[in-house]
């Protein structure tokens, strides 16, 4: 979850949205 998170963490910065839409995606 945290290694997920660190990947999508570039990626959310840019949506600029929470977890919840991560989690959503996967």
Known sequence: SALRRFGRFDR???IGVPDET???EI
């Open 12 to 14: 959310e910065l840019d």
């Open 22 to 24: 991560g989690r959503l």
